[in-house]
């Protein structure tokens, strides 16, 4: 799904396992990607950030441990930044007061608890809620909650989507045996235009969820 002004992009997938679809319209991340459910008939399916870069068996690997987890809805791998440091993508349900901590850095120490920085993060475990960059979904489960909500323009629908999983007792799993890198452009920190993106999410997100 080409959410470009043109469908200049179009050249570049003429693969015959790549069907091209030309939006024309910017409609938000969730609403995007959900433009795919009705046409999903696969076993699995990604949700991918396009500034990840990752080996050719990273995906065969996480299919091979999430077909073997009966309870979990959706995998991702080890997150590293491009000089090789850990991104630490497993969260607590974010909080208000997270939210302001993060940006302001007033606590360490609710920094280290909320992204569980103090449990061993060489073992796979199930957290509250995975940064998006990277989540692969078996596919009944994704359609299952219909995908995103897409009250969100931008920003907060990764939280969102693991609290809808919860809801449906099930589980996401951190897989650190498989790693991938991830830019991470924190752009809500650079744009005042994406700062308040991430604000208008923020408010969807806890007059839904509570804070």
Not at 70 to 77: A, G, R, Y
Not at 104 to 118: A, Q
Not at 172 to 193: A, M, N, R
Request: a neutral charge.
């Amino acid at each position: 799904m080409d959410n470009s002004p043109t469908n200049k992009l179009e050249n570049l997938f003429k693969d015959k396992e790549i069907e091209y679809i030309f939006v024309n319209d910017n409609l938000g991340f969730g609403r995007g990607h959900n433009l795919v459910l009705e046409r999903l008939d696969s076993d699995f399916h990604l949700i991918l950030n396009p500034d990840v870069v990752f080996l050719g068996d990273v995906i065969p690997n996480l299919i091979n441990k999430l077909r073997g987890e009966e309870n979990v809805s959706f995998i991702t791998p080890k997150v590293l930044y491009p000089n090789g440091d850990l991104q630490f993508i497993c969260r607590k349900h974010p909080t208000f007061l997270d939210l302001i901590n993060r940006k302001l850095k007033i606590s360490k120490n609710m920094t280290i608890t909320n992204e569980y920085r103090d449990q061993d993060l060489t073992k796979s475990f199930c957290p509250n809620f995975i940064h998006g960059c990277f989540m692969l979904f078996k596919t009944k489960d994704f359609k299952d909650i219909k995908g995103f909500d897409e009250r969100y323009f931008l920003y907060m629908e990764d939280a969102d989507i693991c609290r809808k999983i919860e809801v449906t007792n099930k589980k996401i799993l951190y897989f650190p045996e498989v790693e991938i890198t991830h830019q991470h452009q924190k752009g809500s920190s650079k744009s005042i235009k994406l700062f308040f993106y991430h604000l208008s999410s923020a408010i969807k997100y806890f007059l839904k969820w509570g804070f």
